[in-house]
Nanobody, 123 residues
Framework: QVQLVESGGGLVQPGGSLRLSCAAS????????IGWFRQAPGKVREGVSC???????TYADSVKGRFTISRDNAKNTLYLQMTSLKPEDTAVYYC?????????????????WGRGTQVTVSS
């Protein structure tokens, strides 16, 4: 059974930084696209960023220039470096794997999901 475990969330002040990690077990990440999503209370889950098997990255407009996605295939781990955090970045952040090599456009094309980690940006 595939397991994805997110970590690194927490409480941070506006303008601060956090690095999220997503560790995969019973699955080799290197062949597939992996993404980060977030869901704020009362809102739909939205895509934040994705990295394909060939390292092509995509970002939501709201995080471009502030967030950086990366993967360490040797550690089977995905990362999301978040800087210049804003209160509107507050959400539960999830990682997800697609069985496609290129980043899908729809969240419904992701096959495995972690349980999420809470990020709260507040002074």
């Amino acid at each position: 059974q595939v397991q994805l475990v997110e970590s690194g969330g927490g409480l941070v002040q506006p303008g601060g930084s956090l690095r999220l990690s997503c560790a995969a077990s019973r699955f080799t990440l290197s062949y597939y696209a992996i993404g980060w999503f977030r869901q704020a209370p009362g809102k739909v889950r939205e895509g934040v960023s994705c990295i394909s098997s060939s390292e092509v990255t995509t970002y939501a407009d709201s995080v471009k220039g502030r967030f950086t996605i990366s993967r360490d295939n040797a550690k089977n781990t995905l990362y999301l470096q978040m800087t210049s955090l804003k209160p509107e970045d507050t959400a539960v952040y999830y990682c997800a794997i697609s069985l496609r090599s290129a980043c899908p456009k729809s969240r419904y094309d992701y096959n495995y999901w972690g349980r999420g980690t809470q990020v709260t940006v507040s002074s």
